[in-house]
């Protein structure tokens, strides 16, 4: 028969707690009942230990299985993907809670726990996540300890700074292992995370999509160059190129039945692609690490060229990934910031997308234009021209009003108020309506230096739409109409191009972005972004490249020989280490002071000859004395009897009794 | 199944390599010589754990998930440390086994202490494949333990080996030590009921012995005590008008019991022995003295604790007292007979 197993109640309680803190990041991915799933499982438990319920009878679980099989199977139709195989993974996590009965049940759940901590890295890797993990991983050894320990010993914040001990012990070894061990590379294709909702610059515009974008604090991405970095207005990093319009949304231009351009995955730009741009000087080399997006576009400074061999190239020199970026991702760029693109000819469909107009719309802006093309005389002129319209009475804001059927008339001749895509929208629009070729072109401008580290981040808030302009034998020139009505914007940011009632609208006071005018929060927040950064680039990044050259550096040379000498003289100073914290550690329980005396007492008794054996009693000492030793008997009987007094909590001076009878032992003989 | 036994083959064969390593002593320190660690089947679990996350890191280019694999080797690594220690260093020192009746479970007494500073938590003793005694030295330096053996036959019995282990802290580590305490558990012969104590019969015998004896015995006359058999009645004395008296004879005064073993004649030696065993616990129970006759040894009759023991002592080693002190000038084997 199996002895019945009670499981401590502290292994329970961070058992319970691990669950929860492990289950929680995931629930945007799970099925809406895991919660109930959950909360079933979690009261049945704790009513199994106390005795109240029974454990689930044999049908009762299959059904419960079953339940919960086709739940999964219904939320997600199939059981191939990581969102399916982790809510398998928890629900599996969960029932087995009904079915400790032993001992190696609750090693199992820990177990299980282990790996479904692993499965959160799959989709978020930061530093926070990281940390988070860390204290589950506490937990889960928590529970582990917990039904290890003796009865009596067990308290469950004893038990975790046991387990943080044990855990804190293994971080250095953890950390020669990281550094060291080889990084082999995908061994078989594996399911890919699925595809969340979107983050950052859509693939339209229409008025109203960038002064709603430009309100999120996150980070779009970091740039580190290679060199100095350049000043503000030439930080205009493109992500697309948006060519169709229908009088309202602009859209990527359409190439048969598929919007976007076509894209050449080699590494070198089409000859004839390469035969459309002219460059002077030396490249800008620059890393970006851009934040999940799940997107195929990568934004760069233009013209942009990149040696990864994940990075394909359109025609129009935008960047763009093989796969949606659906992880943080890093890739190298080498941007030419002196260049002519297409500057030869247009051809005849180019020029037609290029100079398309819905029919129809904005009557008044077409007019206009023709008319100020007219009387400009030349393109030149006339894109200064309606520069200058937009300087003299346009007003730069977030909360533009809103715009009818005619948006671009009822910007252009009646609002006059809007921010960045209205203005790139009406400008646009107004070029080609004098038959300039024109389109939009939507990315981020600008960006923050750390100057702790010197990289830059660009935030979402930095999300902005400018224009392109065709010039015949100048090819495309970038033209930001923002520009001509709030310079500020360019120069230093969103903040300081807006009136200060509109950037406090800006601020979130959960941000520590908001609070840049104090000196010490600001301080705290550009060491928090090199911490993430540098996470970015020695852990989540660490590969096979970065770990030879830094093992090159530590070792001399990457032979196996000298790696495994370095994982093994590594590995044994940590077990050294912990081995001498183990003998030094340890609290010596303050002996009693009774009992300090009575040890007196057997050493006084031993310097008179008579040796105490190990583990005898007072009583059985005391008899012994009695029939070995008559003459000490009178001395030994008062002792044992002050000495039993006290022990047993007879009060008043037994401790000064016993300390004068220790004192007064009868002389040694001769 | 063939995994398995092969299994315990291979254990087999592990003790009897480990157990040449270690002489037996009454008190021993563990230490490297006598610990050995591995991991447990749990822990072997927890391996292949590690190895499955190894594999999704691989696969997935994921390094944090490669850093949780690293991690769980480094615990693994470091919880050897932590196991190890929770046994090294511990003193066991044997303080007596206390005799037991065949088949009962013997306790033996150890005195398990630790030095140094830290404390030793959920350590099991155990004599070979019997049930453990859970022991942790937290807050105390020494403590005394009885662990139970289930004994066999009669005589000198040899628990084994004390087994000692711990899975202390993660229990994905098993550390443990095998030692010969030298330890000999007295087993008695199991009390079997043999009927009232032999009381009728001691009397006949004395009359018998008083007839054939003659007057040598007699001690002289007492006043007639109501429950004086009549036979003794000194009638003659009566009949000149003395009063009532009793013949006193000195052997029969002798309320003494004798447990025979010739009382048992028709039944084999463990049977004998087994039902003179049980007269000895029923007779130590009355306030009776009683002796012991075996053939070729006896024990005067007497009462008492030390008396039982002693009475016992004989029926436990009889006949086997010889034998095995030679096989313990040997190398100790399990001495018992079987009943």
Redesign the interface.
Known sequence: MIPVFQIPRNSLVWLLVAQTLLILPHLPRLPVWILFAWFITVVWRVQIFRGLWPFPRPWVKVMIVLLCVMGLLSEYGRFFGIEPMVGLLITAFLLKLLEMRQ??DV??VA?LG??V??TQ??FS?TLL??LY?LLT?TAL?TA??G???????RYPWRSFK??GT??A??????LA??II?P??????A?PQPEQRAATGVSDSMAPGDFSRLVQDKATAFRVTFDGDIPPPPFLYWRGLVLSDFDGRRWQQARFGRFRGDSVNWNNEPLEQWRSTVETTGEPLSYQVILEPTQQHWLYALPLASSSDERVGFTRDYRLVSRLPVNSRYQYQVDSHLNYRLQAQALSGSDLGRELYLPDGFNPRSVQQARQWFAQAGSPRAYIDRVLAYFTRDFTYTLEPPLLGQHSVDDFLWQTKRGFCEHFASAFVVMMRAAGIPARVVVGYQGGALNPLKNFLVVRQADAHAWSEVWLEGEGWLRVDPTAAVAPGRIESGLDSALSPAEAELLDDPFSLESYRSFALLDGIRLRLEVLEYDWHQW?????QQKQSGLLNSLLGAVTPGRVAAALLIS?FV??AA??AM????????PLDPGDKLYRRFLRRLKSRGFQH???EGPRTLAKRVKSERPELNAWVSQVVNSYERYRYGEEGGQLELLRRLVREAPSRRI | MIFQSAANDLRARLHRWADARRPPAASQQLNHHSLFIFPS??GL??LV?IT??W?????????????????????F???I??TF?NLAGLKL?L?GARPAFSGESAEV?L?V?RS????R??ILLGWGESEEQ???L?????K?VSVYVPTRGRGWFDPGRLRIES??????LRCWARLDMDCRILVYPRPIAAGPLPVAQAIREDGDLSTARGADEFAGYRSYQPGDTLRNVAWKQYARGMGLYSRDYSAFVDTRLWLDWDYLAGLDREARLSRLCWWVQQASKTEAEYGLRLPGQGLDPGRGGAHQEQALRMLALFELEAADSSARSGKRKSTGATT
């Open positions: 001992k190696r090693l199992i177990f282990f790996f901590a692993a890295f799959l890797q996540t990281t993990i991983v050894t582990l300890l039904v290890h320990q003796s009865e009596g010993h046991l387990a044990l855990i012990q293994s971080l250095p070894l953890m292992l990281f061990m990084r082999l590379g995908s061994l078989w594996v852990v989540m990044n660490y590969d590995g940590v077990l912990v081995g183990l003998a030094l550690s340890g609290r010596r329980a054996h190990p583990g | 089947g749990a679990v927890f754990l499955m996350l594999l999704v890191g691989t696969n997935y280019e994921n390094n944090l998930v490669l850093a949780l694999a690293f991690l769980l080797i480094a615990l690594i470091v919880t440390l932590h220690t020192q303080l007494r005195l202490s140094g500073k830290r404390g938590d959920n859970v022991l942790s937290i807050d105390e330096s020494e005394i899975r202390f802290p993660l229990g994905i």
